[in-house]
């Protein structure tokens, strides 16, 4: 049996014996829990929040599938929130020089909802900002999100990059007594949707879909497009969550600092982000690796490359999403 598991409540452990299973990334097994790939632990988690969170449509919802960039996500957005309070100008004391991300703007199912935890979300000031992984069909089986209709950012990067991180991810997190998980079987995992969350493609084109239908309410960024050009990306996010810059905020340089703050080197060599766990067993250091766009292509063998191009292309197909 999986370690993880013995934990689960009986409720989780029943529900798990009529799923579907495959081998997992990290843990044993991925289940195919409300159409998409998903830890045991995170079902749990993941049906306790469904149930219990009440949303307001106040709230700000930053969703990505993993290592597409999150953290990068939450502290621009963090930054961006909360510059009222803060000054971006006199950084000395700012929470994200001090913090990693993840503890600034909590995911729901890794930290609020997990093990067990029903947590009283009901003080924290408007406007309250969240993370998930979830897709976004199983977002809206989550009553009170539907109702409510929260803004939403999704943050999508390139698949082949995505994968590429994925892949280190998992190995620098594997016991190192056991083999280094070998990328021929991760990319055929990764090929066949079976991995966290995933598949991939569903997990974008659910988000992509719902900015396009219904923008106001889902806002739809690009990690290679933020990379290439944040201080519109920025301008973009303000407005889309109701705090527009202002002009003299654009001219003292506001935005700029938010961009540095945020910045890769800048985050990576923090000592709050080189050590630490802010994501129960995920070490901060293991977040921070190269961010570049197009690593991909130091990994990938062509082959490789040819097929995940072509799923790419079929899976993505009339949709309007390109990379
Ligand atoms: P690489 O492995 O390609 O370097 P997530 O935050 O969703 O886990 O995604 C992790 C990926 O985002 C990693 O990609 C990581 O290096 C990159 N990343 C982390 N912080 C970043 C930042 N401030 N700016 C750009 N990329 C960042």
Redesign the pocket.
Known sequence: EDEEEKFLTQECKNLLLSLPKQKGWRTPYLYEFQGFWCQSKKIQAIISFQKHFISRESDVILA?I???????LK?LVFSIMNRKHIDVKNLKNHPLLHSNPHDLVPFFEYKLYSDNQIPDLSRLPDPRLFATHIPFNSLMQQNSIKNASPKIVYLCRNPL?TF??SW??VNNLRPKSLPPFQIEEAFKMYCDGIIGFGPFWEHMLGYWNESLKNPTAVLFLKYEAMREDIVSNLKELAKFLGCPFSVEEEQEGVIKEIAKL???DK?KNLEANKTGKSIKNFENKY??????VG?WVNYLSPSMVEQLSQIMEEKLAGSGLTF
């Open positions: 990505t993993p290592k597409s960039g999150t953290t990068w502290g990059d590429v991180s280190h991810f945020c910045c890769f985050m977040l921070f690796r190269k961010g570049e690593d």
